[in-house]
């Protein structure tokens, strides 16, 4: 009897010592979902960054209102070290009071549309002839200057191409199916490209100064105001910036494809068109630095190791920013504040962080990770590098979470397969290893670090809203926020109390200008 005592123990020791490491707490995952559905503030969150706060372009009066509300809410919710974290230069802020635009001639016609940020205002109501000049390649400059030197001066200008405007037959907004799902897991093999000739990729660098060059060209030809084409429809309107870091820009104005069309069409069949533009802006250059807002949950076993989870802050200027990235902004606060209230007792240090200057290249999270990790041009680590235990990232509109992008990373296959197991019920679950980019898990990516986006419904995400004016708290489900943020808790807590860091990729080799991520 003794000896099968023995055998017995040492049976149960093995079994345990084999015991994987990433099994989940349901007790804990209990308590998350319970104040996650039952208790929710996310919405109420979500409110403070659009509606009283929104839109939050970039170190525009609204984005620093932002991050000092954010700072503020987390401490009041208990929150340790609670800051804007500055860094920079990022350049001057920008935004627009008012806009108003119409055809004068041959009838008066309100338009819709919107001043790009960063372009200047018009200083009072500025009235001009229409004229249509398309300058693609640099091939045009010549053609243009042939046919419109001198003739411009005065004149606004459409700089686009009419849209041929189809009709819709798809829905607007969708969730995915689980074929589409299970078509994310195929992931794609990359091969060398064949023999051929292939059309070398534009640079920054190359796109940057044809841009130069054409704002030179209509700046020479007295151009005012310039107008380009919506790539919606049905009143979206979508746009994004004129160049922030060009001086003496003209104003620059997009339109909603219709109105647009309209106009065009009767410059091609020789009919006079005036328009008519007011643009209230107002630049503020006395604080060239952005800033993080970054807050944390002090751990304590391992509390020098760091768990991280983050979305951007900042926003464009059309609508107030709501599914991007409010949503995402709202949920990680409130994966936060779950954390907090249930006094969940974690290992690691569990750090959120809201970037800013995302939508201008995920600046801010860049500066973060060279700040404290590693410069991705030399790879030379830190010691916070190798404290590091990982990245949650969410940035893909109001959808709820089904799954999430591995980043080629196969070791997180089965941590994830575990992790995601009690959330099956409610949509998520789909792991796959494949790379998505645009988002600021790339930051973390870059050196090194595993960094991770999370797989989301696209509902009506780049159908209606991403970059448009109706990126407004009316396009977000709440369900599904407060679905997201019991996910996102869940994660963290799970990495935070993790026996080991998160595992890693080999590390990078260091790149040189112009290769980063985005």
Known sequence: MRVFAVALALSVVICRGQEPPD??????????????????KVMETLFQLTEV????????????AAGAWAAKQMTDWGLA????EKWGPFGRGWRFTSFSGQMVEPQNQPLLGYPLAWTPGTEGPLTGEAALAVIKTEADFDKFKAEYTGKLRGKIVLRDDPRDLTLPTAPAGTRYSDPQLAELLNFPIPRPQGPGVRTPPVTPEQAKKFRERQNQFWHDEGVPLLVRISQGDAGTVF?????????????????????????????QKKTPVQLQFDIKAQFYDDDADSFNVVAEIPGNSKKDEVVMLGAHLDSWHMGTGATDNAAGSAVVMEAMRILKTLDLKMDRTVRVALWGGEEEGLLGSKAYVKAHFADPKVMKTSSEHERFAGYFNIDNGSGKIRGVYGQTNDAMRPVFEKWFEPFKDIG??????????????????????PGFQFIQDPLDYNTRTHHSNMDVYD??????????????????YHAAMRPEKLPRKPLPKAKPDGEANR
Request: glycine share 6%; proline share 3%; net charge neutral.
């Open 239 to 267: 746009g994004t910036s004129f160049d922030r870091e060009l001086k003496d820009n003209p104003s620059m104005v997009v339109l909603a494809a219709e109105h647009y069309n309209r106009i065009a069409r009767l410059i």
């Open 23 to 40: 099994k989940v707490d349901l007790s804990v995952i209990h308590q998350i979902k319970d104040e996650a559905f039952q208790n929710s």
């Open 475 to 492: 396009r977000i489900q709440a369900t599904d926020l407060e679905q997201a943020s019991a996910i996102m808790a869940s994660m963290v």
């Open 53 to 64: 706060n929104g839109p939050r372009l970039t170190n525009s009066p609204q984005f620093r």
């Open 81 to 84: 070290n609670a800051k804007l």
């Open 428 to 449: 998520a679950g789909t792991i796959v290893m494949r790379n998505t980019g645009g988002t600021d898990h790339l930051s973390f990516d870059e050196v090194g670090l």
